[in-house]
């Protein structure tokens, strides 16, 4: 039976009990008799939190040269993409008037294409945030308003070189007005999505440049924004105000297996003390101490469209930078750290796929309500198609004990297969389209995906490609279930080829190697393999191991320097001890280069996040430990230690001890 004749049902029984309570004079001279109170269908009163997504431009007046920010879906524009938070308070009259109040702060998306146009400056917009009323007319569950308030932003000048690099940057903040207007729907008690359009102007600021020397700047942002949010009510207000009113309201609707909201949030500080480093280069990690920091928030929608239809959406901010600016280390001590980390949070769109799975029928299996995750029951024996943008690891090389660096080990090289140059942009993402065929005890999965344009390149092509085929095993050792993963893969990206390069600049040591391999790169294909065990020794406590190679001949074109690798270690769960959400691991990983790639290293080349200069190469040696203690049922803090031997494959320097602290929450 539907939710709608579930609830009309409740009412004409409501209905039906108050026509009894008034049903002869004799049953209501003998009682007393207090009228019922009908509830609303959808009382707007109380506090609320929320996030939203959406799409905005505008310009920042003449000659300011604004860059064109990341739009996906939509042109390019000033602000691009936009994501953020909302908080406020609703108060609902008797007569349906709703009054209210709301904070909210929107980031900006990121530049993903080459400045257009050579300038000798450029702006662009970090943020802005507005405080405003509200007035409506709450129609049941329908809220239709208009909006004004205070706003305020943030504006960056960039000041160019004449080959289009950064020199210096400089920043002020905007102080205007907004108003605008939208409406908003409540799905249930608690959850409301809206849609709202806002005008921002945010008053004018003049940049004096004559330090530089450039003429004045003025920065004028106009900025149109629409916005789709979802909200939470986390308070609202009781039925009547005394507990002894007789009330019959409509039931609380169950909670729908059609659609979920999960969302995460990470930070994680790590810093290391001063380590040994006779010389340094471009891409090395500072021998002198360091301390950086990441931050993500990032939010799970899924949607079921049919039987067997999902569409997922996981819109993410993420701030900060690794250590080292996320360079100086081939198996990189952050897994949230990104290489396009950003001072300011900004906003990308991570995850919108299409799921389709098709049942072959017989025996089924639960599916439990997780991100990016409906639930329901599934066939066991099924094929399953994913179109659209994720990433790799979030369907190939799985690993129940090193796999989440918001959750267990932190490295790069221990939580993946790290010789597999899986494609990416430099958050880590790709689109494509993924199959599976699973079976109770084995599962085949192939995927084509899209590669980045050249190394550490954020533009995703199709021009070029990548190919990936996964066998997973499944087995029981003495009763205890352990799963083996083979992987093999190639890609055919932009790249340029070690020994070509070497041998141009040994023809000509005027050449700069760097430049050199710039000019040679072409349509070149990596190829390679990984194996992926894990197995359960007892209740809670796991061994996990992982090998993996790759031919090393060109540039790595998306992961990381590294062309062939070991990893392993245990995860012990803390029911041993009287904490059963708690967890210590134990983990460690070698990294090595091809030949190939360590002379090119050796002769100054620079990889992805690597390259000190010169090199005394040996293999790069990672000891990882962690404890993760569980707070409540939300939130968990991490104590991680990692200690890194030939740090870029290089004797000369280190070792270097890396500490961190990480609080992970999920909602």
């Keep these: 039976m539907n939710r709608c004749c579930r609830y009309w049902e409740s009412v004409f029984a409501g209905v039906g009990v108050s026509l009894l309570v008034l049903d002869g004079p004799t049953v209501a001279a003998d009682m007393p008799f207090k009228a019922p109170v009908f509830a609303a269908v959808h009382n707007w009163t109380g506090f609320y939190l929320g996030g939203h997504v959406g799409y905005g431009g ?45 904070l909210d702060v929107s980031f900006k998306s990121i530049v993903d ?21 509200r007035i409506g007319y709450a129609f049941g569950t329908l809220l239709p308003y208009v909006t004004g308030g205070l706003a305020w932003a943030r504006t960056r000048l960039d000041i160019n070189g004449v080959d289009g690099s950064v020199l210096s940057e400089r920043g002020h903040t905007h102080l205007g007005w907004t108003a605008g207007a939208g409406v908003e729907y409540a799905t249930d008690a608690r959850w409301s999505a809206k849609l709202e359009y806002d005008y921002i102007d945010p008053g004018a600021r003049t940049y004096r440049l004559a330090d530089v020397p450039l003429p004045d700047i003025q920065v004028d942002p106009k900025i149109h924004a629409v916005k789709l949010g979802l909200n939470y009510k986390i308070w609202d207000t009781p039925l009547s105000a005394t507990s002894t009113d007789y009330a019959i309201r409509p039931p609380t609707l169950p909670p729908s297996t059609d659609w979920n909201v999960h969302a995460q949030t990470t930070l994680l500080p790590q810093g290391y003390p001063s380590f040994r480093s006779p010389y340094q280069g471009t891409n090395s990690l500072p021998g002198a101490g360091r301390a950086r920091e990441t931050w993500t928030v990032g939010a799970f929608l899924g949607w079921r469209l049919w039987e067997g239809g999902e569409f997922y959406f996981g819109p993410e901010l993420a701030q900060g930078f690794g250590i080292g600016g996320t360079l100086g280390l081939a198996g990189f001590s952050n897994g949230e750290a990104q290489k396009g980390g950003a001072e300011y949070p900004r906003f990308r769109p991570q995850r919108y796929f299409f799921r389709q799975t098709f049942g072959l029928g017989g025996e089924q299996e639960e599916v439990a309500d997780a991100a990016n995750q409906l639930p329901g029951k599934r066939d066991i024996d099924r094929i399953t198609v994913t179109v659209g943008r994720f990433a790799v690891g979030d369907l190939f090389d799985g690993n129940s004990y090193a796999k989440d660096p918001r959750l267990d080990f932190m ?52 021009k070029t490609g990548g190919a990936v085929v996964e066998f997973e095993e499944r087995h029981t050792i003495f009763d205890q279930p352990g799963k083996l993963r083979l992987g093999v893969f190639v890609n055919r990206g932009n790249t340029g080829n070690y020994r070509n390069a070497l041998a141009i600049s040994a023809a000509d040591p005027a050449l700069d190697i760097n430049d050199v391999m710039t000019s040679i790169r072409r349509q070149n294909l990596k190829y390679g393999f990984y194996v992926n065990g894990e197995q359960q020794l007892m209740k809670d406590v796991g061994l996990f191991a992982r090998a993996s190679w790759n031919d090393g001949r060109n540039e790595i074109l998306s992961f990381t320097d590294i062309d062939r690798s070991i990893s392993g270690g245990l995860s012990i769960k803390g029911s041993y001890w009287g904490r059963p959400n708690d967890t210590v691991g134990l983990g460690g990983a070698i990294n090595g280069l091809s030949g190939a790639h360590r002379d090119f290293l050796a002769a100054g080349g620079l990889g992805l996040l690597i390259g000190d200069g010169q090199l005394n190469y040996r293999t790069e040696r990672i000891l990882e430990t962690y404890y993760a203690y569980a707070i409540d049922k939300n939130f968990t803090f991490t104590a991680d230690y990692q200690l890194i031997t030939n740090p870029a494959y290089n004797a000369d320097r280190g070792p270097v001890s890396i500490f961190s602290g990480r609080l992970h929450g999920e909602f």
């Design 113 to 133: 294409r080459p400045r257009l146009v050579p300038a000798p400056f450029n702006t662009t917009l970090d943020y802005s945030a507005t405080a405003r009323g």
């Design 411 to 462: 490295n790069w090289a221990i939580w993946a297969s790290a010789a597999y140059d899986f494609p990416a942009d430099l958050p880590g993402f790709t689109r494509g389209a993924v199959v599976e065929l699973n079976r109770k005890d084995w599962a085949l999965r192939a995927g084509l995906l899209q590669v980045p344009a050249a190394p550490s390149s954020d533009v995703l092509t199709f």
């Design 58 to 102: 505008g310009n920042f007046g003449p000659g300011t040269n604004p860059l064109p920010l990341q739009g996906v879906f939509f042109p390019h524009s000033t602000t691009g993409l936009i994501g953020g938070y909302q908080a406020g308070y609703n108060f609902q009259l008797p007569n349906n008037l709703v009054f209210g109040a709301e």
